[in-house]
């Protein structure tokens, strides 16, 4: 468990903000709880997780995620397609890309992404480490502390 993202989090709650909201969209529910459980052990967070783009795309709507993690390769809406449509749709949290395939792959769906205004946290090849996922939560919390105090 790492004490630093643990920190991260307490200071974050502690400064009255909501936990950080994720949502995880992969088609492989064991990644979900894979991810979803590494997530737990780093504090506490409102964690939704998808299997299916479509129903991603509504709860991402819903939910309003500050963090999207999402795979790139799903078998009905592919996610370079979902980042799209997420983008289309105002979504303005942090993402992190996640994806099995050629680092070249991942490299042009975050150049994409990047293009259509969404906020890249990192792009990375699956499965995810902890420490990655530690880095990218740690990430996305102090953009949002920073969103929060310009906000206030």
């Known amino acids: 468990m790492n004490t630093v993202s643990n920190q991260a989090s307490r200071e974050h709650n502690e400064a009255g903000l909501a936990p950080l909201r994720v949502l995880l969209l992969d088609d492989d529910v064991f990644m979900l709880d894979v991810l979803s459980d590494m997530l737990e052990q780093m504090g506490q967070f409102d ?8 129903q991603a795309l509504s709860t ?3 939910h309003q995620p500050d963090l999207l993690i999402c795979d790139l390769s799903m078998p009905d809406i592919d996610g370079i397609e979902f980042l799209r449509m997420a983008a289309e749709n105002g979504f303005r949290g942090g993402v992190v890309l996640l994806s099995g395939l050629h680092s ?23 499965p995810m480490e902890s420490a990655e996922l530690q880095l990218m939560v740690n990430l996305q919390l102090q953009h949002s502390a920073r969103l929060a105090s310009v906000q206030a």
């Open 47 to 54: 964690i939704r997780c998808e299997s299916h783009s479509e």
């Open 60 to 62: 991402l709507k819903q």
């Open 104 to 126: 070249a792959v991942r490299l042009a769906a975050e150049r994409l992404a990047m293009a259509n205004g969404l906020h890249i946290l990192g792009t990375f090849r699956k």
